[in-house]
């Protein structure tokens, strides 16, 4: 028999459209995909050469479960030099991706029943984490007009004496939003007063386009002492395979996330950790370089999407996707099939256009699809093109 808490985990609808879409590209259909949230750049040549010579040094061995002194060390530094936070290196903890850290993190912070409020539209796996950690996800919903973003207002409509703690994702995945740093002094404000923690996800820090990078963990020891910051380099280097995340907190969260670790997987990859060290010590030259190319299919894919009837979106500030609203599809018929949420949509889409987004019904918003711009343009344009089809073949 399954375990109850197995059972009432959902899988990842992000990672299953990307792997139909896999099968079908494999079966030789004609088939695109703006499914995955991975840059389609490759891994920055200096950031390989330390792998291969870590490899060649004998650096293959079991390193600290927390990850090695080196790398904790150059975690720390880049705290203090691009967020103003200084830890120490015992209050940073290197884990097997960013994933793999925010589960660390629910683990050490959730008793059973503890409530954990999760702005919505929210990344697929949070409400999963919390409930592996026996902890209860509390979902808030972000208004489109407010950029998707909640307010401290929204928060306490759902603070309880169960409450524990607040997931903040800026920039946002799925919607590339990206909370002003007066949002942010609001919401810090909140989880001050209420004594609760904050998971502060900031995997997309460096994909921003408009504005800057604030952590909420920089506003005062207060709020630092109850953040617990998750970043990585998946995102910023093209690191998605390297699975290297790593996680900041007080010196007692630090540990018992440590601790967990230990029993969970041991330490991370010693030879992907000798790379990271590479990477954020290394400059930011060619992530600038990859913005440059996601801003222009940021700006075509919203120009397009608005242009288009039955299909609108807001421009996102950062990360490298886009919500797509179809609510005046909702409840039409579509080739013989009638929409009544973004799940029937982005089925039919795939399977009539031959085009994989993803629905963003796991995503706590049942009107709208995600579409990645971590995508060629001669992708962007044959996805958008063959969306046009669609909707006009449909008499949209």
């Known amino acids: 028999?399954?375990?109850?808490?197995?059972?009432?985990?959902?899988?990842?609808?992000?990672?299953?459209?990307?792997?139909?879409?896999?099968?079908?590209?494999?079966?030789?259909?004609?088939?695109?995909?703006?499914?995955?949230?991975?840059?389609?750049?490759?891994?920055?040549?200096?950031?390989?050469?330390?792998?291969?010579?870590?490899?060649?040094?004998?650096?293959?061995?079991?390193?600290?479960?927390?990850?090695?002194?080196?790398?904790?060390?150059?975690?720390?530094?880049?705290?203090?030099?691009?967020?103003?936070?200084?830890?120490?290196?015992?209050?940073?903890?290197?884990?097997?991706?960013?994933?793999?850290?925010?589960?660390?993190?629910?683990?050490?912070?959730?008793?059973?029943?503890?409530?954990?409020?999760?702005?919505?539209?929210?990344?697929?796996?949070?409400?999963?984490?919390?409930?592996?950690?026996?902890?209860?996800?509390?979902?808030?919903?972000?208004?489109?007009?407010?950029?998707?973003?909640?307010?401290?207002?929204?928060?306490?409509?759902?603070?309880?004496?169960?409450?524990?703690?607040?997931?903040?994702?800026?920039?946002?995945?799925?919607?590339?939003?990206?909370?002003?740093?007066?949002?942010?002094?609001?919401?810090?404000?909140?989880?001050?007063?209420?004594?609760?923690?904050?998971?502060?996800?900031?995997?997309?820090?460096?994909l921003i386009y408009e504005g800057r990078h604030v952590s909420i963990a920089s506003f005062g020891e207060e709020i630092k002492k109850r953040t617990i910051v998750i970043n990585g380099v998946s995102k910023t280097f093209a690191m998605t395979g390297w699975r290297i995340g790593y996680a900041a907190a007080c010196p007692e969260i630090a540990k018992a996330m440590a601790n967990i670790q230990s029993h969970a997987s041991s330490n991370p990859n010693s030879i992907a950790q000798a790379a990271t060290v590479a990477a954020l010590e290394g400059g930011m030259k060619d992530v600038e370089n990859m913005k440059k190319h996601f801003v222009r299919r940021r700006d075509f894919m919203v120009d397009m999407f608005n242009s288009i009837d039955g299909v609108s979106c807001r421009r996102p500030h950062g990360a490298f996707y886009i919500m797509m609203n179809i609510d005046e599809l909702i409840g039409r018929t579509m080739y013989g099939k009638t929409i009544k949420n973004a799940d029937d949509f982005a089925a039919l889409f795939l399977d009539v256009a031959k085009v994989a987004v993803v629905p963003g019904t796991g995503f706590g918003a049942d009107n709208y699809v995600r579409w990645s711009y971590a995508t060629s343009m001669d992708n962007i344009v044959d996805g958008i093109e063959r969306l046009k089809k669609f909707l006009h073949a449909a008499d949209l």
């Open 1 to 206: 028999m399954v375990s109850k808490k197995a059972s009432g985990v959902s899988p990842s609808p992000t990672l299953a459209i990307d792997t139909k879409f896999k099968e079908m590209k494999a079966n030789g259909e004609d088939v695109v995909g703006f499914g995955c949230g991975e840059p389609d750049f490759d891994t920055p040549e200096h950031i390989k050469k330390a792998a291969i010579d870590a490899i060649m040094q004998g650096e293959t061995k079991y390193t600290p479960a927390s990850g090695t002194l080196k790398l904790r060390k150059a975690v720390a530094e880049k705290f203090l030099r691009e967020n103003g936070l200084t830890y120490a290196p015992t209050d940073i903890v290197v884990s097997n991706g960013a994933k793999h850290s925010l589960v660390n993190a629910f683990m050490a912070i959730c008793n059973p029943g503890d409530e954990v409020i999760i702005p919505a539209p929210y990344w697929v796996s949070y409400p999963e984490m919390v409930k592996l950690a026996d902890g209860v996800p509390v979902v808030v919903n972000g208004a489109e007009e407010n950029d998707f973003k909640v307010t401290a207002k929204d928060l306490a409509s759902v603070l309880t004496d169960k409450t524990v703690a607040i997931v903040i994702n800026s920039p946002s995945n799925p919607t590339g939003m990206v909370y002003t740093e007066k949002e942010l002094r609001e919401i810090a404000d909140f989880a001050v007063e209420n004594d609760l923690y904050v998971i502060s996800d900031e995997i997309y820090e460096h």
